[in-house]
């Protein structure tokens, strides 16, 4: 993208970050300064010491860290009988860059960016550091169970925390049915078949040595997904 931002003077950024802080998110902020830093990119930053600059590189490793730090707190209550792998895989779906970048414009963050690019293009992923850095301006403004409360209204408000079902959640559901229950799940290779280079699985959700799905594919993982959304079918609407 191509973007032209205005440059805001630091009288006009703070009656701009003001307004956006109790528009968009809800409170008034009490140092609006930090989140006039962490809307200040590097290329128009200046030197506060040697070795260090007033730009929002600092804020951004924060809100980096509070944000993971949101998002696994958010995953490890919701879904108690997960192991650690699929929380993870979930929690990667969620704070993925084209997310963060896609958070960042639909706050707007472009029209408030403190920047000195020249003639260069500016990548969508500044957008998404700059949340992130918001995110860490919020933190040390009003605290985790704050910043944490914004965090998840916002992400809930874009359907971030439903994304993570579109394809790990049927398998993910039943595991977590299944310890809760005792039963006894398995997925099993009924055929596999390779022609002209193409590979094609079927595969079928067994519990308690009763089959409850059966799913084909042209890999294990997509064959074993649709039986677990039959067998989640099965269970949960009979």
Partial sequence: MNWKIPFFSKSTNNKEIESFVRKSLGFSPKDTSLYEQALRHSSAATSIKPGLKNSNER???LGDAVL???VAHYLFNKYPLLPEGELTKMKSKIVRRENLNMLGFSLHLEELLDLNLGKQDMHDSIVGNALEAF???IYMDKGYEVTRGIVLKLL???GLDTMI????DY???LH???QKNRKDLSYKV???SNRAGTSHYKVAVIIDEEQYGLGDGSSKKAAEQKAAKQANEKIFTS
């Fill in 59 to 61: 804020l951004e490793f």
């Fill in 68 to 70: 993971d730090s949101i």
């Fill in 135 to 137: 995110i860490g301006a």
């Fill in 156 to 158: 809930k408000k874009h």
């Fill in 165 to 168: 079902h579109d394809d790990v």
């Fill in 171 to 173: 398998k993910s559901k």
């Fill in 176 to 178: 977590e049915w299944a």
């Fill in 190 to 192: 009924i055929a596999h």
